[in-house]
């Protein structure tokens, strides 16, 4: 197996062993979970039950097949420990060993496939805002755990609460706390199942009273996560922008102070190849700047590319609004937006950019004419 | 139907052809869904079937007209295959073509007269803040996908969870993992229907997890949401205050950055002929200036208009805050609002400004007097 | 009744004509909502009705003499009209004449008694934040519009599309379009009480869809209150402030510019007589401006009054943050708070105010030595 | 008992009348909860009764001891008025008294222990957010509380509007006023229990406006607190940060406001001993400075160490962005984070600070060669 025969073999090792998720994967992970849930189904599962057992063990196989290309891929890379130990490392043992494991003990079979559940996980590293949601439960987490406290509060003296006052009436739901406790979850998230209900008077006054701390709860809760995201949205676009802005030389020249200044204002967008970005005459609300890769300017008669450091759709905001001309990608492109509002703040406050884009837009044209 | 017989027929097509909805749009999309909706009511349509089939009939016949107008409008300025394709033209041919093609098909009529709720679809387009919600959907789609998967995550492992844990005690409801997954849905978003309800205390706690969960799902969803949202809300009032701020006369004397600076401040406000913008006595908190239209002030013993680049109102921000006068519309107006908050800071950043406006401010004391 | 005999009936027809809520009406309003709704529990009536019947009789009475008192006092004021078609008019007269009008037309007694529920609105005009949600409400009803409008789109699309997918196994909930309507407004909203389950699969499926949409739903809902409601508690603060602050002599040396930037900084606080502001020994992290009333330091052996356009608690903002004495209101006082935050921002902007506060923070140390 | 025998027990009575909660507290406080919600499960307790007695008995003697403890440690400090009234206090006492108290009046003993509850408050003081939230509702108690009035005047005319519609038809449920104000609250809130529900098609559609009105409640609630949260975060963190930073001699050599502007960029963060901060060739996106404490930089064949006032992790920032060495504490550790995104601003406007930076910068990359 050391050195596959074909190399389109040698390229999907490569692939696998490199990227965390690859389309195959996509597949698998689908497919995976999809013939798990089909297999708990009775009647389905009695009429395809060849099926449905193929498609699980093809999938086990793929995965076991990923974490050996992986481990070997990783032990070249004398990084073998560290992969162990990481999130990935764990998610990618127990999709390759958690079914066989179970079958091995004894578990019947078709419980220990639902254990293929635990391949869904190989979804999560690759979710873009994954990141950035975390870094604002970390940030949060003092309030998040204060408003959790007073969550398990209410809960605890509102079970008790009404313990004491319908355990006489309704002693099968209310009959213990822990009993209890359940109805006062249902309750505080204001899920409301309806299948243990107070029926006193008292015990309804102290219901209403915990559904609206609920409603508290859920207030604080979200304002908590409102306000975290909203810093880490502009802390993680001012990140990305700002090693993009400093390589394009139309802003390289200004000083510190003001790449500072500017970074706050552009928005790094990344686009695959032979995308469209403007199309003509559509209204104009933003212009670009190109931090990689290439487009294509579809004026009449004739075909214009423009590369890296150069800028485009300024005409839009500079006379007319709509747009003169279609522009898409020619390779894969990261771009600068800058929106109609802060284009004029910047002009504003930067006489000289504001120059220089004019008499680009003029040579232009004076060119198309 | 070339040339129309009466010139109102002629004004009825040149508006059903030129704009989205007209009155009789709206009158027709009212009747059509009610009446679809009563035609399901058994009672009522024993009663009243004729009534329900000839309004069903007349509104499908006004669809397809406009649609038929439209298409002739559209032919007649080379644009039929952009409108064809855009969304407003697939819901107009939806209108006009569903129901008569599902009768033709051979659908059972009462059934195919449901397709009439695709006519609700042509509101759509109309409402005045859903290219907002729009962009706001688009911007934040990185982590309100995020969001959306580890939802996903959640529902399918406590699917799986509880089908394990309560299968034996209720095999009816948690049988199979997709019947799990219906009570994970309801309970994740704390609909909680009651219908299908974990029993086992193990069962109740992975429920309480769930529940949990979801409160947290929904405070990211909606603080996500809610970040987006004031930033759009701040980007949308520029751009609709920046095109007209600057074809007012009293400001386009400031130089682009300090216009950049008093668009902030600014708020535009559309209204109709004859609407009463200043009630006398009542307490004053903003001043505004007339961007297009005209106003009159009903002052004691005459009447003044003010046209295009006056400004009115600020006496009360300047003196006592109650209004000396009322003022009313008399055309479609354009105003730009400065509330009081940023008069005050406007003056004093724009001296130049204040003086205009003390000036004229004692010149009408002096001539009402 | 002209010339009312004693002293105190007269101070009370004035109070009741003058103010919108004296204590007599909240008492008034509280005890008639509580008899009517104990009015409708059969048992409680039996035993008490002679109690319940005179205090809603005397409730009535209550109303209508305050109604009468100020329509006269309006009248003699010749507002009468505006008073007539004003929210608290309408109320008012609503309050006074919907249950005795309701008898006279023959309605069944305990029926018309229900009316009162109508007192309950006389509380609405005195609630101190209502202005300020009424605000956020107008200038976001566009956006919020559009949420309404999609909410509704989907409550119809959705129960269209369950009546065809649920109608020949549910008959009885899901056979019209207004039945699948209201299982629609019940899952859209979260709130879920079961009555009526979609149960086949793609029912279950429409309605997880329509579950999630909820949340979004919510989600926008939200984040364009939470949007509004923040512009608007910026705005609302700075303006209660700002009047206060120009009258405040410390400040009123600063120039307008100075001002406004200052009013940013600064809350607006009623104090009733004889309250604690500051507790000897309790962590200080604010100073105090006296914009109108007197407050009384407590020093060892003496106490200090310090009247309107003096200041205090600066010195545990300039040295040890340990408050030194105990300071409380001698009357209803204003005062503007400063915290520490925007103390230090203030001190580092505006020198001379600096200078003020720290030679009088020394003259009170060397005094109190 | 005065002079206690063993030196491990005058600790022990030392950290029990000191802090609020030690961990012996927290064994003791869980412990009780659960005894208690166990005592109430029959099957448990006919099984482990003594155990579970035991535990109780165990954990209330616990209590009193503490509570003893604290009452003669305020005595001696002269703070016994001030401790008995304070909620610290009143709770201290309530877990010492409340059960006895309860078993000397005859209270049933299982329903007695269920006072054990109020146990579980002791917590409460030490959530590390709550101050700040108590903060934000005080402050915001205005507007939450009109809301509040909102909510009640809706479930108010609901449950009036809906007795008089379905009491013909449902006179268990909506047969009076309080019955139908339960339906009024769990429809409001959202919850939805599905005990009580409408059936009258006027008396759903009530109910369709008080759900929609659910969401606005909700909605609104939720703006409030977020808005409030943002502004109270703001104020903490810079409350926190202030002091630390003037201690530091890197920034004391600025002016105020030059502070009180670094005091907004950054963060301050408490560490316990041995915590890696920085781990070699991860990305660097923020630098620290020391404000107290000691770390520990693992250079390659040698250890640096660092101690008050001195920064590290700004090469990172400066040239490439990998993490050129690990660091960790030595000892607790409160350091200041300057995210990248203040970094450049601080070094654009503060060019001093830049130039000690950079010098310190190139001195420790000569070093290291």
Redesign the interface.
């Known amino acids: 197996m050391n050195k596959p025969l074909i190399p389109a073999l040698a390229q999907f090792v490569a692939a696998t062993a490199g990227r965390n998720m690859t389309k195959a994967a996509y597949v698998a992970v689908s497919v995976g979970?999809l013939s798990?849930?089909l297999l708990?189904?009775?009647s389905a599962y009695q009429t395809a039950h060849r099926w449905v057992d193929a498609l699980l063990w093809a999938c086990l196989a793929y995965f076991v097949f990923e974490w050996l290309v992986r481990l070997r891929h990783m032990a070249r890379q004398r990084r073998l420990p560290v992969y162990l130990f990481s999130a990935a490392g764990v998610v990618d043992a127990l999709g390759a060993l958690a079914v066989p494991v179970a079958l091995i003990c004894g578990v019947e079979p078709r419980?220990a496939w639902?254990l293929g559940?635990l391949w869904?996980?190989k979804?999560?590293p690759g979710?873009?805002?994954?990141r950035?949601?975390r870094r604002?439960l970390v940030l949060e987490s003092?309030?998040l755990?204060?408003?959790l406290?007073?969550?398990l509060?209410v809960v605890?003296?509102a079970s008790?609460a009404e313990?004491?006052l319908e355990r006489d009436v309704q002693p099968q739901t209310f009959?213990?706390?822990?009993a209890a406790?359940?109805w006062a979850?249902?309750?505080l998230?204001?899920?409301?199942?309806?299948?243990v209900?107070p029926i006193t008077?008292a015990g309804?006054m102290v219901a209403?009273l915990v559904?609206?701390s609920?409603?508290?709860?859920?207030?604080?809760?979200?304002?908590?996560?409102?306000?975290?995201?909203?810093a880490e949205?502009?802390?993680d676009n001012?990140?990305r922008t700002?090693e993009t802005v400093s390589k394009v030389p139309f802003f390289a020249a200004l000083?510190?102070?003001?790449?500072?200044d500017v970074?706050h204002m552009l928005r790094t967008m990344d686009l695959p190849a032979r995308t469209t970005i403007i199309r003509k005459g559509a209204q104009g609300?933003c212009m670009y700047f190109i931090a990689a890769g290439e487009v294509e300017v579809d004026l009449p008669g004739k075909k214009v590319r423009l590369g890296e450091g150069a800028f485009f759709g300024e005409m839009a905001l500079l006379g007319n609004n709509k747009r003169g001309a279609s522009v898409s990608t020619t390779k894969v492109s990261r771009l600068l937006v800058l929106?109609?509002?802060d284009f004029?703040?910047l002009?504003?406050?930067h006489p000289d950019l504001a120059a220089t884009i004019d008499a680009e837009a003029q040579r232009r044209t004076l060119e198309n004419k």
Do not use: C, E, K
């Not at 979710?127 to 994954?130: E, N, T, V």
């Not at 009959?175 to 822990?178: A, E, I, T």
């Not at 998230?189 to 299948?195: E, L, S």
């Open positions: 979970v798990m849930a708990t189904v009775n419980t639902l559940v869904g996980l979804v999560v979710i873009p805002g994954l950035q949601l604002v003092g309030p755990f204060s408003v406290v007073i969550f509060m605890f003296l008790v313990h004491v009959g213990s706390v822990p406790l359940w979850v249902v309750t998230t204001t899920t409301g199942y309806g299948d209900v008077p309804r209403a559904m609206i609920g409603l508290g709860v859920f207030g604080l809760w979200t304002g908590i996560l409102a306000t975290g995201f909203a949205t502009r802390r001012f990140l700002w000083g510190p102070a003001a790449i500072a970074t609300d929106d109609l509002v004029r703040v002009m504003a406050r």
